[in-house]
């Protein structure tokens, strides 16, 4: 594996590539959206401008997409889950070996925020769940899926052993996996997660127009497989005759798989550690974002627990109960805007005085809460 280079001042890693903002790719279907604005409990979540955090950033305007109350679950995840298992249930179980109206077991593992979604999708869809989580995750996390009804089965092992074991036991014919990263043969699925993310970014571009701002300059993406980012990279990619954004992405340092495939150039998987970044501590990058990250996002870097921790307290500070995967987006904008060498990390992503930033809080402190400090 090659080691990345190291972000000047801080010395954490750092990657970019400004040729990335020139990439364009297909759009996703239009009809996510609709789908979403019809589903029980559905509502934009806010986009908060911050002036505070744009002056410490040195931009002109700051935004918070704030997930923390999205559906009631405290994380985006939901988008994702909510189409993959509509698109399961209206093709899968009726034109394959499920009959129509017969229970499915929705099985999949997560690091929290995914699992508590696909089990409360099987919940509003009647059907049942069953989520692989690995060692680490927060009780709090673990509580919140099993009291969407769904069966709860703690692994020792890491995300990616997780993975495994919930794509074994979804052979039995009565289970599908709804799994949000792809491998060589599993691509349809975690396909339809990526598509429901777009619907965070279009009511980002509507909540921006709302408040006059101009289009984003910079958005920033907490990645743990990298589907999220996919999302980001379609959205901001697939839009002839705008202006398009850099797109950065924010790994902790324990689990950077997407910055360290990015710098050696080809897909690797990393040894992933503890970190309370839990929704990010994945250790390979999902096969099927992979081409979008290579190509269409600009810069990534990782950051530590302490960064993350100290983000969620600024953001608290300012209203928004940012859990530690949320807050990982100021983190990692702090690392790379402020600081020793900050004028040609600025340069290079083409952020000025004026630029309108993007910070995505991924979850609420509920979904994950935030400790007091890294231990
Ligand atoms: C809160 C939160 N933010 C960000 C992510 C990263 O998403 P992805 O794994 O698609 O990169 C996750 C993934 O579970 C998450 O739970």
Redesign the pocket.
Known sequence: MTTPPTLPGSGLPWYVRPAARAWTCAPVPADVRAFHAGLSGYAPTPLVELPAIAALLSVGRAFVKD?STRMGLA???VLGASWAVHQVLSRHQVLSRHPAGAELVLVTA?????GRAVARMARLFSQRAHVFVPSGVHPVAMAAIAAEGARVTEITGTYDDAVRLAAEAAREPSAVLVQ??AWPGYEQVPGWIVEGYSTLFAEVDQQLAGARAAGPGLVVV?????????AAVTHYRSRPGEPAPALMSVEPEAAACVLASLAGGELVSVPAGATVMA??N?GTP?ML?WPYLRAGLDAALAITDADSIAAAHELAGRGIPA?P??AASLAGALAALTGEGADARRAALAIGPDTTVVLLS??GAA??PVPDAAG
Do not use: I
């Open positions: 997930e994380a985006f995840k997560s690091d929290g925020n995914h949000d990263t907490p990645v743990g497989v990298g589907s999220l980012a996919q929704g990010l994945c999902s974002a859990g995967c949320g991924t979850e979904a994950n």
